[in-house]
């Protein structure tokens, strides 16, 4: 769905995005993660031209971006930001009713489509005619997003989507995030500095330093298979914790003394959660993290 072919930013004598290259396919979320500064939001906003490449060609499903007008790029690319970006005068219904209106939607379909989702994201309708700053931040992100699928765009871009919410606010919203079937059908770039977030959130991520990109691919990959040093370290204070979340059933099960029933595919993080309190649960939760460390030791890190 998306292409990009040496792709680099210069501002000045500064390389902010140097010679990147990746693929995203149909369906998946690719999370650029990196620390402040590292070109991922650059990166992010050349795919919409919000910021225009220095050199380097951007493709989403087969057409060149840079030979389409701006306007029509931008009302097909659905765009979430930090602080939402409402229109601060537009009530709610009509800050989600934005991009249809633009591309000449019928009030009835618009009315329905809003409607949609309000429901899904689980607000009342009758937010329908208050304006942002009588919701909550979780509220708004909520409405930002709603806004940003209101034409039904096949790409979502997020751009620290999350990162203006408390912890709280920020872990319910992730959850509900992953579940949405309507964001199962799109194809999502997503930035972020959070590093459990890149986890819980992508199907894979892409790692950058000082414009480049350092390690692309699977989560778990960044713990098994880190690329250079650079990579061991950024994960390295949070490594027990990812691992348990990344991780699964299947890949500790040869090493479990007692198989218990559950599916291959959960997380050791949800397994371990799942476990009381009596002296089974505790058995078995001491079992599983012997054949995570076990796991672990046959890994290449």
Known sequence: MIEVEHLTKRFGNTKAVDDVSFTVAEGETLVLLGTSGCGKTTTLKMLNRLIEPTSGTIRINGTDVGGRPVHELRRDIGYVIQDTGLFPHYTIGENIATVPRLLGWDTTRIQQRTRELLAMLRLPESYLNQFPDQLSGGQRQRVGLARALAADPPVVLMDEPFGALDPVTRVGIRR??????????????????????????????????????????????????????????????????????????????????????????????????????????????????????????????
């Not at 198989?259 to 078995?284: F, I, K, Y």
Request: glycine share 6%; hydrophobic share 40%.
């Open 176 to 301: 509900e995030f992953r579940r949405l079937d309507a964001l199962q059908r799109k194809t999502i770039v997503l930035v972020t500095h959070d590093v459990a977030e890149a986890f819980d959130l992508g199907d894979r991520i892409c790692l950058m330093d000082q414009g480049r990109i350092q390690q692309i691919g699977p989560p778990k990959d960044f713990l098994t298979k880190p690329a250079n040093k650079f990579v061991r370290s950024f994960f390295a204070d949070q490594r027990l914790n990812l691992q348990l979340q990344t991780i699964t059933v299947q890949d500790i099960t040869p090493h479990l003394t007692y198989p218990a029933g559950w599916p291959l595919t959960t997380s050791v993080a949800d397994v371990l959660n799942g476990l009381d309190e009596t002296s089974s649960g505790r058995a078995q939760s001491a079992d599983v993290m012997t054949a995570l460390g076990q796991f672990m030791s046959h890994q290449t890190v």
